[in-house]
């Protein structure tokens, strides 16, 4: 079955940086993007960054974009998300989805991991 | 670019038939597919309902999807309510980004 598995949460001080991973199995991985999703204590749902199949074509919500990079190791089955400068407002669960397809466009997230927490604090 | 906006709450009784919209601000609502997703407390998100009305294999067919050009909105109907469904729904459509609704916590009473 379809299994994606994040880490790399914790405390991160202001202005710091951490890269998140999501290991997934159970699927031909190198056929599909892959998104993270982010979700504040109390909050709702916020899209972050989705990476294609092949690691060639990244996209990024406003709010990360020039502070977040998302990269791909097909090889590994692995996603890294790496967030710079960090404040109180990165803090979230952070969740790993998978697309429907390879590319970018208007679909859904049909697979979802488990989230890793990511506070910001001094 | 346009937001989707859902009511902050909804509940009803065991067995009763309960809908949440999800209205697009500015465009048609048919012109990107709406997608649903149902979050139980303490649990990530799942997929309930894609492309509008489609359902993953394994969600139940008390839970429809469906979309209102009156009123611009999309829908879910939850019906034969259960404790189990006591969770926060969210939509989510295409604008050249991903954009989610608020999210709607439903409470079956």
């Known amino acids: 079955q379809v299994q994606l598995v994040e880490s790399g949460g914790g405390v991160v001080r202001p202005g710091g940086s951490l890269r998140l991973s999501c290991s997934a199995s159970g699927f031909i991985f190198s056929d599909y993007g892959i998104h993270w999703v982010r979700q504040a204590p109390g909050k709702g749902l916020q899209w972050v960054a989705f990476i294609r199949f092949d690691g060639h074509n990244r996209y990024f919500a406003d709010s990360v974009r020039g502070r977040v990079t998302i990269s791909r190791d097909n090889s590994k089955s692995t996603v890294y998300l790496q967030l710079n400068s960090v404040t109180a407002e990165d803090t979230a669960m952070y969740y790993c989805?998978?697309?429907?397809?390879?590319?970018?466009?208007?679909?859904?997230?049909?697979?979802w991991g488990q989230g890793t927490l990511v506070t910001v604090s001094s | 670019n346009f937001m989707l906006t859902q009511p902050h709450s909804v509940s009803d009784s065991p067995g009763k038939t309960v809908t949440i919209s999800c209205t697009r601000s500015s465009g048609s609502i048919a012109s990107n597919s709406v997608h649903w997703y149902q979050q139980r407390p303490g649990s990530s998100p799942t997929t309930l309902i894609f492309?509008?009305?489609?359902?993953p294999s394994g969600v139940p067919d008390r839970f429809s999807g469906s979309i209102d050009y009156s009123s611009n909105s999309a829908s879910l109907t939850i019906s034969g309510l259960k404790a189990e469904d006591e969770a926060d729904y969210y939509c989510?459509?295409?604008?050249?980004?991903?954009?989610f609704g608020g999210g709607t916590k439903l409470t079956v009473l």
């Open positions: 989510q459509s295409y604008d050249g980004s991903r954009v």
């Open positions: 492309e509008n009305n489609r359902r």
């Open positions: 989805a998978r697309d429907p397809s390879p590319n970018w466009g208007d679909y859904y997230f049909d697979y």
